[in-house]
Antibody, heavy 127, light 114 residues
């Protein structure tokens, strides 16, 4: 069974750095086929893509936020970490981690869609 | 940067009725490999999104066949042939450009009861 779970602080102060951890099971980030992305959703607003780390270690970021974001593999093989610097109240949102089905390693068929989502973690930026 | 524009933003429906949602891209979404990575997701209140359709018209496992996706290039459509109570919520289109690695969501379309 594939699961994805986000964890991190519920409240951060303005200018602080937010660190979120995505812990997953049932798949691997090595060997191809799967990748992990972060998405956020401010209260009552639309989804916003933040960053992706592909199976090969490549990182890609939202153009508007890339100077503030870092996505990386965690210390455990089943973790991905997102860091966002200089937090502001407008960054208050639910942050989701999602698995990306990237490709079929055996057939080479590409997919590139988010098929498993965590329940999200709510982050409030307030002094 | 690719912008996805959905319409309508709100779609009041009667259960059993059909409805369609449009997603228009600011750029042609055909990737260099010839495929189009346009997907549709559904989000119920208080829940994470879930995938419905990937690569324009492929239904994800377990998705009822009343959902269908179509389109090409810059214009895409999600159709629900007969809206059921569990279909209410917000629908998002999403595009992926695998390399150089950009992903974009539309602004969402709310489907609720008339």
């Amino acid at each position: 069974q594939v699961t994805v779970r986000e964890s991190g602080p519920t409240v951060v102060k303005p200018t602080q750095t937010l660190t979120l951890t995505c812990t997953f099971s049932g798949f691997s980030l090595t060997g191809g086929g799967m990748s992990v992305s972060w998405v956020r959703q401010p209260p009552g607003k639309a989804l916003e893509w933040l960053a992706v780390i592909y199976w090969n270690g490549e990182e890609h970021y939202s153009t508007s936020l890339k100077t503030r974001l870092t996505i990386s593999k965690g210390t455990s093989e089943n973790q991905v970490v997102l860091r966002m610097t200089n937090m502001d109240p407008v960054d208050t949102a639910t942050y989701y981690c999602a698995r990306i089905r990237t490709n079929d390693v055996l057939t080479g068929y590409n997919y590139y869609f988010m098929d498993v989502w965590g329940n999200g973690t709510s982050v409030t930026v307030s002094s | 940067e690719i912008v996805l524009t959905q319409s309508p933003l709100s779609s009041p429906v009667t259960l059993g009725q059909a409805t369609s949602i449009s997603c228009k891209s600011s750029r042609n979404l055909v990737h260099s490999d010839g495929w189009t990575y346009l997907s549709w997701l559904h989000q119920r209140p208080g829940q994470p999104p879930r995938i419905l359709i990937y690569k324009v018209y492929n239904r994800f496992a377990g998705v009822p066949d009343r959902f269908s996706g179509s389109g090409s290039g810059t214009d895409f459509t999600l159709k629900i042939s007969r809206v059921e109570p569990e279909d209410l919520g917000i629908y998002y289109c999403m595009q992926a450009t695998p390399f150089p690695g950009t992903w974009t969501f539309g602004q969402g379309t709310r489907v609720d009861l008339k």
